[in-house]
């Protein structure tokens, strides 16, 4: 999803994105989206099991609208996708991936914009609307990404607690992690979680649909001037940490 790499969060790159939904249209055409009456003969909205998707083709003007930092184009595109494909939670994620970004008028705004379409996709998904695992992981990193705007602490550690555990080769998890639990007051909990984002960042391991991976040194660059570490840089166990990671 384009949104991703746009910002200091995310691991992937906007051109990486592009190819992979670019690049990928099936041969044989989208599969059509489920009648009526197969949606009220299985009683969800997704009578397969997975999220009714535009196929690339549709999807590529919202992308290419991202790409641009044309927010409103972009959002133009995606609200009408969302109109054509109400069973799609991928667009709600691209929605609000718009919404997000969009912060001119304010990021806790914007978060909050965003958290309107995150919580629809998420509702899909729950009913029976399966996401494809790289939208999924982004639909939980994103979400958590707004509660850390908002300053919500404990939603932002519910959401990347199951992202730990379904992603854990993911530093990007582990570093908004540490950034959680800093937020919440927990030094301890925080060290842990940017131990084990150095860690994984050194070890060059990553989730295998993450085409780029960001360097231990990106990191700890970020980690210096992050404002939820502030408790983190005050305990000496920070600069050791950095110290015996980074160290040959």
Known sequence: ????????????????????????????????????????????????????????????????????????????????????????????????????????????????????????????RDEGCALPEYEDYYLRFDRALAFLRLKDAAKARAELAVSKKKWNMSAEVFYNSARAECLAKDVDACLIDFRECLVIAKSLRRPHFLRNHNSIEDFVRRSRTQSEFLGLRRDPRYQQTVRALTVE
Not at 5 to 24: D, E, R
Not at 105 to 116: H, M, P, S, T
């Open 1 to 124: 999803m384009l949104g991703r790499p746009l910002g200091a969060g995310h691991a992937m790159t906007a051109a990486a994105v592009l190819s992979a939904f670019v690049g990928c249209e099936p041969k044989a055409g989208p599969a059509p989206a489920p009648s009526a009456s197969a949606a009220r003969a299985t009683g969800r909205a997704c009578p397969e099991g997975v999220s009714v998707d535009p196929p690339p083709s549709e999807l590529r003007p919202g992308i290419l609208a991202f790409r641009a930092k044309d927010y409103r184009a972009a959002r133009q595109l995606q609200g009408a996708l969302v109109k054509r494909y109400p069973a799609s939670a991928t667009v709600l994620v691209w929605l609000g991936e718009v919404e997000l970004y969009d912060d001119a008028a304010g990021a806790d705004d914007a978060a909050r914009r965003a958290l309107v379409h995150f919580d629809a996709a998420q509702a899909l």
